[in-house]
């Protein structure tokens, strides 16, 4: 069992296996839209406990991607704690801590996922001026206006909205709204997507906290910091 673990043949066919079912993947979830529709828009264990589980003819490449890659997890971890606790030389250091700053990036990753799947939350709406909207963790948002800049033909130019967010009865945060210009309070982001004038001004909001961010962006610079150090290495070695 040991030895199946620290294989390098473990990980080359766990990878294969993936990619056979992202591939599968990518063709069920187009077919049965009515299924996946929704998996983008909700916290991904919430997916899983109100459709997936139901639909399991349609689903069990994905739970069979989730095995893969927690496998693949253990592997990595595997491989990396027995290469730190082998002998170690001064002239050899970068080049063999590198991979395992890859595995330890790639690690951060799944788990930054894994957070962010089971105690993350998303939700959206369509605001007016003058709304309050009840948020989870006993906070509210009130969209206090919504502001247009129109050129002299009368073409929007630019376009933003004002925002509070409370704690119970209690203001904690205000701030202006805007494309590619969020607002943020204790991990908890608020995206202003699209405006509307059907009906008035009414804006789509998209409010959403993920815990696992901070560990995605650790694992994201020491995948980079660890293949960059890698490649290098082996270039100036060959």
């Known amino acids: 069992m040991i030895n199946f673990f620290l294989s390098l043949k473990t990980a080359v066919w766990t990878l294969f296996v993936l990619v056979c079912l992202f591939f599968l993947g990518s063709y069920m979830m187009p077919v049965h839209r ?25 689903t069990w490449w994905f739970f069979g991607a989730l095995a893969a890659l927690a496998l693949l997890a253990v592997n990595t971890l595997a491989c990396s704690v027995q290469a730190v606790t082998g002998r170690w030389t001064r002239s050899d250091f970068l080049l063999r801590i590198s991979p395992q700053v890859i595995h330890a990036g790639f690690l951060f990753l799944l788990l930054a996922h894994f957070l962010g799947a089971g105690w993350g939350y998303k939700t959206s709406g369509m605001m007016p001026e003058g709304a309050f909207a009840r948020l989870p963790e006993n906070r509210g948002l009130f969209l206090k206006a919504i502001r247009v800049r129109t050129d ?9 909205a004002e925002a509070a967010l409370y704690e119970g009865d209690r203001l904690v945060k205000t701030g202006t709204l805007g494309p590619n210009a969020p607002v943020f309070y204790k991990g908890m982001g608020i995206y202003l997507k699209h405006l509307s004038f059907e ?20 694992g994201g610079v020491l995948f980079m910091l660890g293949s960059v150090t890698l490649l290098f290495l082996k270039w100036k070695k060959a």
Request: hydrophobic content about 55%; cysteine-free.
């Open 34 to 58: 009515e299924i996946f529709a929704s998996m983008n828009d909700d916290i991904l264990f919430r997916w899983v406990e109100n459709t997936a589980i139901g639909s399991l003819w349609y």
């Open 152 to 160: 002299d033909r009368g073409f929007m130019t630019d376009w933003s």
């Open 199 to 218: 009906t008035g001004p009414v804006a789509l909001l998209v409010v959403a906290k993920d815990p696992g961010a901070l560990w995605a962006l650790v």
